[in-house]
Structures are given as C-alpha cells and as structure tokens.
C-alpha cells in the first residue's frame, strides 16, 4: 500500500479510530486543522516561531502533509508555501487544495515536490517548517542543505517531531513499534548526531536540540504536567506554587520523589521507541 492508501485504509478501521483522530488523518480536513490548531503542540510551535523569528512572514513547510500546520499558519496571516510529494486529497497536496478553497486563502501556494529539489531561489523564506518529515529524506544532507538553501541570512529552520534512534538495534525496534510501517514500509529514522551534523554542514547553527519530554511539542498529547512533576532534578512544582506544599520543601521533595518513582521510568525517553526530537537552528 503507498501511503494515502494506509491512510484511506485505517480510517475505516475501529481500531485505529484513535490514531486517526491523533494524527490529524480525518477525512473531516477542517477539523484536523481546528484540532490542530488547539494543541499545547501548536503553541509552543507558536511561541518558537515568537522568540526567533519576530518578523517573519515568508514561511516554506516542507512536507506539508494534508496542510495541518500550512493552513493554520495561513490563517495567522504568514505567506505560506506548502511543499509536499504526495498528490493525494487524503494526506497530500490535493488535500491542501481543498482546504485553501475551504478557507479562501489567498496567501497560500502548494508546491508538490520533495525537498531534495526545492526549486525556490536562495535566500526567499524568513522561515524553514518541518514537521515530521526530515526523517523521511532520501539524502538527509541534501534536503538539510536545500532548506537551508532557500532560507535568508538569519532565518529560522524548525524541524518538529522527527524520529530519534540510537543504533540500528533501536530503528528496528521502533520499525517493529510502528503501527503504520507494517502497510507501507515507509518508515525511517536517524541517529541525532546525523541530524545535528546535517545542519551544520548546511551553514546552521543550532539553538535548541529538544529531547522528546523537553517540551509538548515532541510529548504532545502526553500529560505535561505529570511530566514536569516526573523530572528528577526539578526545583520546583510549578502546580504547587499557589498551594501549601510548596512552602514546605522537605513535602515537596517527597512529592517529587514520589512522582518520580512511580512515572519517572514511563518518561524515560529511552523507553520510547523512536522517541521524537525537534531542532531550532538559525541560517549564519
Ligand atoms: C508524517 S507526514 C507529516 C505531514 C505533515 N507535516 C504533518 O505534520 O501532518 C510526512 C510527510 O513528508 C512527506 N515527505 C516524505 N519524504 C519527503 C521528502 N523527501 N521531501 C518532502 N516531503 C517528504 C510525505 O509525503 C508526508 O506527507
């Protein structure tokens, strides 16, 4: 099965109800994109975007997917560009299209292309978005480079959600783990090193490499709060503060180390099969 057929497939399936609604892979598009657009995810994603491009407005997604991200980027007034592969109305550009239409966006174009080939010239977006899709390359270095390529002097590249492994061990475990690889075999994932060293072979610098419960971006739709109460090394129990225990610090760190014990192994991204990591790297 290619992939919009997987996707066409497990819509139709009760148990995959759940991962479709997660995934944003409804036949319903303007609901995966109000869905997404409610997310801890899609906030944070927002606040980035605050904090190192203030003034960005020329924003490139590669591998856009059904347009979750392009179209709600849309709808906050940047001048998008979507870029996908896939033609298809189910997960591809065709599905964009339909929702520029649905939503009259005029500040929207839909590339269908892989990011190897990006044909824009260099230097044209303020901003590079990449969600989920930088461990799909064909040749991480080429589309690392080819989306620096295009990026201002000063611009951001964000790539959310990729798939971290730590040896060919780990891949085959989270090859193994993912419910959607067994249909159409599209699946991969690189070590972090590779990532990292792509961008900077690319002229980037890296800001932020964010590890899986670093920030709700990667976590998302995990429970933030348990998370942050699970760190060990955590000072304080943000919750807490306007409570009585926080100004007793010996309940406090028994609070802690409570949490910590009884989920602090469930937020170990070592037992996350292709635990997923994002990157804030700057164009030099
Ligand atoms: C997991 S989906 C993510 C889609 C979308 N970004 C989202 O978050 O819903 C990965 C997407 O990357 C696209 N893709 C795969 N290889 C690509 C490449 N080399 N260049 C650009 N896009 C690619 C696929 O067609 C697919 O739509």
């Known amino acids: 099965m290619t992939w919009h057929e997987t996707i066409a497939y497990i819509r139709q399936q009760p148990e995959f109800a759940n991962l479709v609604q997660l995934a944003y892979f409804d036949a319903d598009l303007p609901a995966n994109v ?4 409610a997310t801890s ?14 003034n960005g407005k020329k924003l490139l997604d590669i591998g856009a997917g059904n347009g979750v991200s392009s179209v709600n980027f849309a709808l906050l007034g940047y001048e998008v560009t979507a870029l996908e592969p896939d ?30 080939n990006i044909a824009f010239p260099k230097d044209y977006f303020d901003i590079v978005y990449i969600r989920q899709a930088v461990h799909h390359a064909h040749d991480l270095t080429q589309f690392i480079a080819q989306a620096a390529r295009v990026l201002r002097p000063g611009g951001l590249l964000l790539t959310v959600r990729d798939h971290v492994i730590w040896d060919e061990k780990d891949k085959q475990w989270f090859l193994e783990n993912h419910p959607l690889h067994k249909f159409y075999g ?23 490499s964010f590890a899986h419960f670093d920030t709700a971006i990667n976590y998302f739709p995990a429970n933030g709060e348990l998370i942050e109460r699970s760190r060990p090394h955590q000072k304080t ?10 100004k ?3 309940l406090n760190r028994l609070v ?28 030099k």
Do not use: C
């Open 34 to 37: 109000s869905r997404f657009a």
């Open 87 to 116: 033609l298809s109305d189910t997960v591809g550009a065709g599905a964009v299209a339909l929702l520029k239409q649905h939503y009259n966006l005029s500040n929207l174009e839909i590339v269908s292309d892989y990011a190897e």
């Open 41 to 54: 995810e899609f906030l944070e994603t927002k606040k980035l975007l605050q904090k190192f491009a203030p």
């Open 237 to 246: 129990i943000e919750s807490w503060e306007n409570g009585v225990l926080i």
């Open 186 to 208: 599209g699946e991969n994932a690189f070590q972090l090193s590779e990532y990292q060293q792509a961008m900077k072979n690319a002229g980037l610098e890296i800001r932020h």
């Open 256 to 283: 802690r180390r409570y949490v910590f014990s009884r989920y602090g192994k469930r937020f170990d991204e070592k037992q996350i099969a292709g635990r997923l990591y994002s990157f804030v790297a700057i164009k």
């Open 248 to 250: 007793i610090p010996f």
